[in-house]
Each structure stands twice: as structure tokens, then as C-alpha cells.
DNA sequence: AAGATACTTGACTATTTTAGTCAGGTTTAT
DNA sequence: ATAAACCTGACTAAAATAGTCAAGTATCTT
């Protein structure tokens, strides 16, 4: 059960942006310095972001990107949702009329990955980029 | 971000196991037909259980697997931990002089992924084997 | 107008992980 | 004896991951 680099620098990549877009554009160049991802890699990541409305971007000399919400209503979910970071479980589940594995009845343990799933989404949907920003203030005092 | 098969296997097997064993030894067999899991790859994940002391194996015809402990005392993380299924959210982990990425301080984000583990780990640590079991009992009446 | 900076897009690929399979054992109840 | 069931290690196909690479386009500054 492991977060993917893509979920993970996309939120990496985010906080940064929190910090610094009250002044200006920021770059994925500087992003990249400072975070230590790719800039291809970087440049995949927010074509999804934006794409999912969560960045702007702003072409051309001192362009780069900014937040296109507050950062208290962009929250984590939102995030891996554009990325495609999934929090997936278990398999049985989109075959609504049967069971899991074909069979009639749930598996015994489906309700327990149903749970799950939704104990770590919980804590997706809960947490804003505003959230983050603010902690990592906090400590820095 | 997804739970492999193998610790999802795990759990349905020794679930299905707990439902059986106070009767007599269950075979790799029966519980291979139950779930539609592979017989050999039952033998692999149970091997490990056995090593962990989670089961206990009677050899010979008419053998088969037992819960070496009470089923209230083996928790998820218990069984992940048996088979090496961990909760990993980053790697900037080990390095305990160091910050991340070998930098000198924590990433941003470090906290959060921090956060994330434990509310995942939690999970795992308060769920048990008969809190399985009884919930699929009580499903069933 | 030129040049530099920075976004944009899509195709490509090496590596790793996953999810098993396969083959050959050993043990024990009947 | 023999069949059921455990035991072990090696092997592998397929998928996912984590990027790289190439060839653009847009816009600001001078």
C-alpha cells in the first residue's frame, strides 16, 4: 500500500506554489529546484492540474503558474483526483448486480475494504492545501 | 495508492480460516475454492504466516492450517506485516541525520505524509480478525 | 524584431513490482 | 502404499511506475 511519486510531488509541487503565488507566477523551473523533481516530470503533472482547473497557468517570460482557488478550498482529494491517484481497495465493485468474484454474495471481507477506502479518503477530503501551508509556517517559528 | 493482492489475500484467507478452525484444521484447498485464490499462491502467503506465528500447519491428509493465536489478538497490521505489506507514503524516511532529498531540512511535506501513515496504520492496529468475523455474522442474521 | 523564458503535448522506454505459475519435494493419516 | 496436504525456491508474463525526449507555441523584455 504505497502513495505514488506522481500523487506525491503533485502535492509537493502544490505546497510550493501555495507559498509563493501571492507575489508572482511561479515557474515549474523553480519548483523543480526547490522540490528536486524533473521538469518533465513537473510539466506531465500540471498539464493535469490545470487541466482540472486546480492551476492557472501564465505563458511566456516571468510566466508559471498559479493557484486558480483559494487554498483553503483545494483539499487533497481534489488534488490526487487529477493526477489520478486513486485510493483502490479491492477489485469487487463496479458489478453492482453480483457479488464480488462472480459470485452471489460480497466476499467477507468487502466491507472491511469499503472502510478502508473510506477511512483514507476521509482524511483526503479533509485536508486543504491551506492546512499545509499553515503547519509548515507554524513549525518554522 | 493501492492494497496488493497479496495482502488482501491474507486477510481473506485467515477470515475465512477463523470461521472454520474451531472445528478442525482447514486446508489451503478448501479456502483456495471459498475465495478463488490460487492454491499456490496460498502456499507462498501462508508460509510467511506460519513464520510469523499467525497460523500453525498439521501436516499429513486431513491436516491444514490453524490460528495460532485467538482471533481477537491478530490485528490487520499484524497480518500486512506478515506478508510485507507496508504503508509507505515517501521515501525521505531513514535518513535520520538528514532532511529529505539529503537536504537539510524536512520537505514540506513531510508532516503530512507522517500524518497520513499513522491514520492508515491506525486502522490496521484496531481492527481484528474477530472484528471480521463478528461483522459477517451479524450481516448475515 | 530577436531572443529568452516558460508553458504544451505526445510519444517513448527502462525499471520495478505484482501476481502469480511451476516443479519438485516432505509429512502423515488411513 | 498411497493420497492428501504442507513446503520451498526458482522462474516469468504483464502491468504500473517514473520518468525522458523531442518538437513545438506563446509572450515578455530589450
Known sequence: MK?????RYAVMALADLARFDNISPVSLRDISLRQGI?????????SKLRKKEIVQSIRGTQGGYVL??????????????????KVKTVQCKKESKKGCNGKSTKCLTHNLWDELENHINNFFK????EDLVKENIERRI
Open 126 to 129: 479533509e485536508k486543504s492545501l
Open 68 to 85: 486558480n482557488k483559494k487554498a483553503k478550498d483545494i483539499k487533497l482529494t481534489n488534488i490526487f483526483d487529477a493526477v489520478d491517484e
Open 3 to 7: 502513495l505514488t511519486s506522481k500523487g
Open 38 to 46: 524533473s521538469l518533465d516530470y513537473l510539466e506531465q503533472i500540471f
